[in-house]
């Protein structure tokens, strides 16, 4: 199994930005897609990102669509995701996922394997 820990949470007023890292352990990530996701107070889990093995590929939700970027560093066995132009609907624990899985195909929203423990990205406003 492959270790994930996330960093680089904090608090941030509305319109700024945070970079998230996810740094992996146990296992290179470079065979695996992975995956940002994020849980709100009271709502359930949502998908976020996720980027292909290379980086070549990656899909996000809509609503994050062009503030969001996910990439990936494989020699440092490292995910990141940049988060600009924040605002308070974001506001929730952010995950690092990666999905096991030797498929190919389009990038999965759903089925991922391995999760860190979260970080928590507070937006006020």
């Known amino acids: 199994q492959v270790q994930l820990v996330e960093s680089g949470g904090g608090l941030v007023q509305a319109g700024g930005s945070l970079r998230l890292s996810c740094a992996a352990s146990?296992?290179?990530?470079?065979?695996?897609?992975m995956g940002w996701f994020r849980q709100a107070p009271g709502k359930e889990r949502d998908f976020v990102a996720a980027?292909?093995?290379?980086?070549?590929?990656?899909t996000y939700a809509d609503s994050v669509k062009g503030r969001f970027a996910i990439s990936r560093d494989n020699a440092k066995n490292t995910v990141y995701l940049q988060m600009n132009s924040l605002n308070p609907e974001d506001t929730a624990v952010y995950y690092c996922a990666a999905d096991l899985s030797p498929l190919l195909g389009p990038l999965r929203k759903t089925g991922y394997d391995s999760w860190g423990q979260g970080t928590q990205v507070t937006v006020s406003s």
């Open positions: 980027i292909s093995r290379s980086g070549s590929a990656t």
């Open positions: 146990g296992r290179t990530i470079s065979t695996y897609r």
